[in-house]
C-alpha cells in the first residue's frame, strides 16, 4: 500500500491549497473529494439551460496576495481575487500576530464599513467600539454619512447570516470579513479550476467521487483514513476541510474521543440562515443596481432572527438581490440574477422543508424582487430553490453552514473551534482543521487551508510527524 505524507480531505479552496502547499513541499499529498468536481463552495452551475450561477454564494474573500502568486492563479485564469493587508499578517500562523491584528481592525474605528466602500466621508464620532458592541450602533452611525440605510448597512454586514442587530455584542459581525470580498470574473467555479490546475501542478494527486467515512488512529496519532468505497489510505497527516462537527463526529467513532473534544464539539453551535434563489430571467433588466439590500428595518431584522430561533419561515427575511453582469452566465439579451435569504432556518418547526416550503421561500425572494424591480417575475423563465438542507446535502456543511458555525463572541478568532487558541492543531496528534470551522477562516479565501499546511510542514520539520 502506498504510504502518503499527507492526505487531505475535501477539495474546496482550502483543501485545494493545503494539498498545493504541501505537494510544493515535496511531501507526497494526496487530495480526496466525495463529489465529481473540485471548489466546493466555488462553483458555478447551469440551473437552467443557458443560465450559469453560483449555487452557494455570490462571492468570496479575496485570496492572500502571496498564495496568489505562489500558485501563479491569475495566469491559471483567476481574476481580480487578490487580497494585502489582514489575511497577509495571518499567514504569519502566530495567534499573538492574529490578535494583534483584529485589535488594528477594532480600533480603526470605521473598518468594517469602509472596506465595503459604504462609506461616504469619515464618521465625524467612533464607531467602535459602541457602549453595547450591537450591530445597530454601528450601522446607525455608518448609515448617517451614506444614502444606504441602517437596516441596509446591516443586512449588507450579515450577509446570509441571522443575527439580532439590538443584541450587545452582535457587532463581531462586522469582524469576521476582514478582507475584501470578491466575484471572479466567469464566476466562482473559474476559481476552483484555476486552483485545481495549480494543486495538480504542484504534484498533489487530486481524487473525485470518494468519500471519506473515517480517520484512522494508531498509537495515539492519525495514521490514514477509510473510504465509503472500502479502500483506505495510510498517511503520516490528515488535513481535514470539513466543519468542526462533521469532521468529529462522522470521521470518528464517538467513544472513542477524548472528553474535552466531545464536549466542545457539542456545544459548538452552528449558524446556518441561509437559503439561495436563482432567477433565469428572458430581458436585460438595465439600469438595475447590481446588488440591493431588501429589508425594512433593523426592528424587521430582529423580528426575522426571532422567527428563526422559533424554526418559522419569516416574511421579514432580509433578501440580498445580485443581477450578473457577466455575459459569460446568460444568453444575450437575458439575465441571472440570485437571491440570497438570511434567518432561513435548516430546521422548520412545523416538519422538513416540503415542496410547498420551499415554494414559500421563492415567493419571499420573488416578491422581495418586485419592490425593486417591478415586473420582475414576470420575465421569470426559470427558477432553482436551495434550502439549508440542500447546501447540507451538496457541501456534506453541518446543517448547510457555509460559516462553518455560528459568528459570536466565543466562537470566533482565538476561540475558534478550539478555546485555547491552537487551532489548526487538533488533540489528534497528525491531524489539522483547515474548513470553515478553522480559526483563519474567516480572514479569506484559502487562508485556513494555507495555515494548516504551514503547521502541518512545521510539525514535520521539528520531528512530530515520524
Ligand atoms: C466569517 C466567514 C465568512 C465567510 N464568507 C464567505 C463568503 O462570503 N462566500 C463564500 O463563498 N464563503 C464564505 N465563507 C466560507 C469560507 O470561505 C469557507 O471557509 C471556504 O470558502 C470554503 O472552503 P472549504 O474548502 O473550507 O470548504 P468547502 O468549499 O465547503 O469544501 C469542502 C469540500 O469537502 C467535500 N467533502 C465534504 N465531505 C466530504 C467527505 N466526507 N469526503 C470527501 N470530501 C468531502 C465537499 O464536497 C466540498 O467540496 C465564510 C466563512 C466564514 C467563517
Redesign the pocket.
Known amino acids: 500500500m502506498v504510504r502518503y505524507d499527507a492526505a487531505v480531505?475535501?477539495?474546496?479552496?482550502?483543501?485545494?491549497?493545503a494539498a498545493a502547499l504541501l505537494a510544493r513541499a515535496g511531501l507526497k499529498a494526496i487530495l480526496?473529494?466525495?463529489?465529481e468536481?473540485?471548489?466546493?463552495?466555488?462553483?458555478t452551475t447551469e440551473f437552467c439551460p443557458g443560465f450559469w450561477a453560483?449555487p452557494?454564494?455570490?462571492?468570496?474573500?479575496a485570496i492572500p496576495q502571496e498564495l496568489f502568486w505562489e500558485l501563479d492563479l491569475g495566469r491559471r485564469g483567476a481574476l481580480t481575487m487578490v487580497a494585502g493587508g489582514g489575511a497577509e499578517a495571518l499567514l504569519a500562523n502566530d495567534l499573538a500576530v492574529r490578535r494583534l491584528e483584529l485589535l488594528k481592525f477594532a480600533s480603526e474605528v470605521r473598518a468594517p464599513f469602509a472596506r465595503r466602500g459604504l462609506f461616504a466621508k469619515a464618521p465625524t464620532r467612533p464607531v467602535w467600539p459602541s457602549e453595547d458592541w450591537c450591530i445597530r450602533s454601528l450601522a446607525e452611525i455608518a448609515g448617517s454619512s451614506t444614502e444606504t440605510s441602517p437596516a441596509q448597512l446591516a443586512a449588507s454586514l450579515l450577509?446570509?447570516?441571522s443575527c439580532d442587530p439590538f443584541a450587545a455584542g452582535s457587532a463581531v459581525?462586522a469582524l469576521?470579513?476582514i478582507s475584501r470580498?470578491e466575484e471572479p470574473v466567469g464566476g466562482?467555479g473559474v476559481l476552483a479550476t484555476a486552483l485545481e490546475s495549480a494543486t495538480r501542478a504542484a504534484g498533489a494527486e487530486v481524487k473525485l467521487g470518494?468519500?471519506?467515512?473515517d480517520i484512522k488512529r494508531s498509537r495515539g496519532r492519525v495514521s490514514g483514513i477509510c473510504?465509503?468505497d472500502g479502500g483506505e489510505i495510510e498517511a503520516r497527516a490528515v488535513v481535514s476541510?470539513?466543519?468542526l462537527k462533521?469532521t468529529f463526529l462522522?470521521?470518528f467513532p464517538w467513544n472513542e474521543l477524548p472528553p474535552e473534544v466531545v464536549s466542545r464539539t457539542s456545544q459548538f453551535r452552528m449558524g446556518a440562515s441561509r437559503a439561495r434563489v436563482l432567477f433565469a430571467l428572458d430581458a436585460p433588466l438595465k439600469g438595475v443596481r447590481p446588488t440591493t439590500h431588501i429589508v425594512s428595518s433593523l426592528q424587521s431584522i430582529a423580528e426575522a432572527h426571532a422567527n428563526f430561533r422559533d424554526g418559522l419561515l419569516s416574511g421579514n427575511a432580509p433578501v440580498t438581490l445580485r443581477i450578473h453582469r457577466d455575459p459569460r452566465m446568460a444568453p444575450k439579451g437575458k439575465t441571472v440574477a440570485t437571491a440570497t435569504l438570511s434567518a432561513i432556518p435548516f430546521r422548520l418547526f412545523d416538519g422538513p422543508w416540503s415542496h410547498e416550503k420551499r415554494e414559500r421561500l421563492c415567493e419571499i425572494a420573488l416578491s422581495a424582487a418586485d419592490t425593486v424591480i417591478p415586473g420582475f417575475r414576470e420575465h421569470l423563465v426559470g427558477v432553482r430553490v436551495i434550502a439549508p438542507p440542500d447546501i447540507e446535502e451538496?457541501?456534506?456543511?453541518t446543517e448547510g453552514d457555509?460559516?462553518?458555525?455560528e459568528?459570536a463572541g466565543d466562537q470566533?478568532f482565538g476561540y475558534?473551534p478550539w478555546l485555547d487558541g491552537s487551532c489548526p492543531r487538533t488533540p489528534f496528534a497528525g491531524l489539522y482543521l483547515?474548513?470553515?470551522?478553522?480559526a483563519a477562516?474567516?480572514y479569506?479565501?484559502?487562508?485556513?487551508?494555507v495555515v494548516a499546511a504551514r503547521a502541518l510542514l512545521a510539525d514535520g520539520k521539528a520531528g512530530y510527524l515520524k
Request: glycine fraction near 18%; charged fraction near 15%; hydrophobic fraction near 45%.
Open positions: 480531505i475535501g477539495a474546496g479552496a482550502d483543501g485545494l491549497a480526496l473529494e466525495r463529489n468536481r473540485v471548489g466546493g463552495i466555488l462553483a453560483p452557494f454564494a455570490d462571492h468570496v474573500a450577509d446570509g447570516r459581525q469576521v470579513g470580498y466562482l470518494l468519500e471519506v467515512t473510504l465509503a476541510t470539513l466543519d462533521r462522522t470521521l451538496e457541501l456534506g456543511a457555509i460559516f462553518g458555525g459568528i470566533v475558534r483547515a474548513g470553515p470551522s478553522a477562516a474567516p479569506g479565501t484559502c487562508v485556513a487551508g
